[in-house]
Nanobody, 123 residues
Framework: VQLQASGGGFVQAGGSLRLSCTAS????????MGWFRQTPGKERDIVAG????????YYADSVKGRFTISRDNAKNTVYLQMNSLKPEDTAFYYC?????????????????WGQGTQVTVSS
């Protein structure tokens, strides 16, 4: 397994969760990283992205101001801090390693995928 995601769970609306994704050094150290989410019957959409250094980030409009993506290159780990969670944030969340040093907005921009972790937010 090259990407291992964890941290999902069940939380009430307004609560917080932090997702973690640890990757092998080979696919992490020089690559952009992203978090995507998917619900049944829908496409997998970008939630947040971060470039290799952590100095450039992207957020989907739906999560701006509530979610924060960060990375610790010494630990080969990317995080997604999710605050003020809403029921519409309920989804399966995936981390992914990009093909390049920066993030992309499409699934085709990513080469490696984690197994995903479920986030459920109750109203």
């Amino acid at each position: 397994v090259q990407l291992q995601a964890s941290g999902g769970g069940f939380v009430q609306a307004g609560g917080s969760l932090r997702l973690s994704c640890t990757a092998s050094r080979r696919i992490f150290s020089n690559n952009g990283m992203g978090w995507f989410r998917q619900t049944p019957g829908k496409e997998r959409d970008i939630v947040a992205g971060i470039n290799w250094s952590g100095h450039s980030t992207y957020y989907a409009d739906s999560v701006k101001g509530r979610f924060t993506i960060s990375r610790d290159n010494a630990k080969n780990t990317v995080y997604l801090q999710m605050n003020s969670l809403k029921p519409e944030d309920t989804a399966f969340y995936y981390c992914a390693a990009a093909l390049r040093s920066t993030y992309g907005l499409q699934t085709d921009d990513y080469r490696y995928w984690g197994q995903g972790t479920q986030v459920t937010v109750s109203s």
